[in-house]
């Protein structure tokens, strides 16, 4: 059947509507009329099956709490100077907010700051809390070794 500007719509529509209702869902796996017959028939394992995928789609759209209060994460902090994405300092989530709404997402709130970040704003901190670094300090090599003569040779000293 093709379809353009001469077609004519009111000629063809119980062929289109036929052709929809024996196309097969992408979800369900079934056409609309396998499942209309199941209803009138009460057959239950076609009607529990499509249900079951249909749930388990809409399951895995609905956003899910990663993670909970008391981990420690790391803020998403892009820099054009470094090619470091996370922040040095570690934050512990201090606060879980549940979605109002079913299409809306889990938002958690950091000791220290006032904003409220989403699940890819934050990376979870992992592993032996003595091996964590709170904050990477930078030093400068110039400010760490001081030159000292002696014996008139030149040592370096950490200090």
């Known amino acids: 059947m093709e379809i353009n500007e001469n077609f004519d719509w009111v000629k063809n529509l119980d062929k289109l509507i036929e052709n929809i209702n024996n196309s097969q869902h992408r979800i369900t ?9 199941a209803y009138k028939n009460d057959d239950n394992e076609i009607l529990d099956s499509a249900r079951g995928k249909e749930l388990k789609i809409k399951k895995a759209n609905i956003s899910k709490e990663v993670f909970e209060k008391g981990d420690l994460v790391r803020l998403h ?24 709404k079913s299409y809306t997402v889990y938002e958690y709130k950091v000791e220290g700051l006032k904003d409220r970040f989403k699940e890819e704003e934050l990376l979870k901190v992992v592993g032996d809390p003595q091996n964590k670094i709170e904050k990477v300090q930078k030093f400068v090599i110039s400010k760490l070794i001081k030159p000292v003569i002696k014996d008139n040779k030149e040592y370096y000293e950490v200090q």
């Open 77 to 100: 902090q892009p820099s054009d100077k470094t090619r470091q994405v996370w922040s040095n300092e570690v934050y512990e989530i201090e606060r879980v907010y549940k979605p109002k």
């Open 29 to 37: 796996g079934y056409t609309p009329n396998d499942i209309q017959k």
